[in-house]
């Protein structure tokens, strides 16, 4: 039988549902969800494989238009990379949401080769006028090859995409190990899911300045033989008074942080988890290039 495999870009501006979308078709959250515009900050690799086909969606941070700080340049260039090797352009729009991508990305989208499919998000928020009104913008702005209507959340429409997709993918043997579910490394999901907590426990101001590093992940054995996994992660952030909030009084906001990641943590990667969180404070690190290099950007 043939084999078919190949590299999908996932393209949208910030909160469009490009995880949750990413997700849905992956059948298993790797990319971490919130209503707060800009959570994915990485490229991330979810890799869906079936029998005789194997899907390589590029999710990328939603691209920022006017950014203000080095970080959203960064995450801007991640947006920027996902065009190279990718065989399917998928781009994803909010249907309730009336912005569009601006012309930059537009051009290198037409400037794509491949299939172009538009996806409308999250359609159960949105009435039939505004459904047409942006199929016509869009259609006028890049011609797509397909447009299809779903609402990741409930699942709506994913059967009928992720069929398109294998639709088009080239004919080539996997990339990766079928059981290989994405490119990162567990140490990255962990740092992601600890973010996660952060961006609902915390109002805007932390979020958005906050990075997790895992700086240990041990796989050891408790006293009676069962797997555990030791893991202690450094939450950095920006000022002294930002520390103070993460930590709350004698220090229950971040035991409560600790308790939720933990909890997913565990979900994960099936081990019970012992979690150790500190917290340090980097000035400007969104500025700082070192930094961000360190941090992965």
Known sequence: MLHKAGFVSVIGLPNAGKSTLNNALAG???SIVNPKPQTTRHRILSIVSGKDYQIVLSDAPGYIKD??????????????SVFEDSDICMIVQDS?????????????????EGPKILVLNKIDLANEDQ???LTKQWSERIAPDHIIRTDALKKIGIDQLLQLLIDHLPYSPPYYPKDQLS?????FFVSEMIREKIMELYQDEIPY???VIVTEYQETKTKTGEDL????????????????ILLGKAGKSIKKLGILARKSIEKFIGKKVYLELTIKVKKNWRNDERMLKYFGY
């Not at 950014?67 to 920027?80: C, D, G, I, T």
């Not at 996994?229 to 103070?244: C, G, L, N, P």
């Open 96 to 112: 309730k949401e009336a912005q569009l991508l601006g012309p930059e990305i537009i051009k290198q989208i037409n400037a794509f």
């Open 209 to 211: 300045s906050v990075q």
């Open 131 to 133: 459904l047409r009104l």
């Open 28 to 30: 298993i959250d790797l």
């Open 229 to 244: 996994v030791r893991i202690y992660a450094s939450i950095i952030v920006m000022r002294d008074t930002q520390k103070a």
């Open 183 to 187: 490119d990162r490394s567990y140490r």
């Open 67 to 80: 950014p203000k700080y080095k970080l959203q340049e960064n995450m801007n260039r991640f947006v920027h």
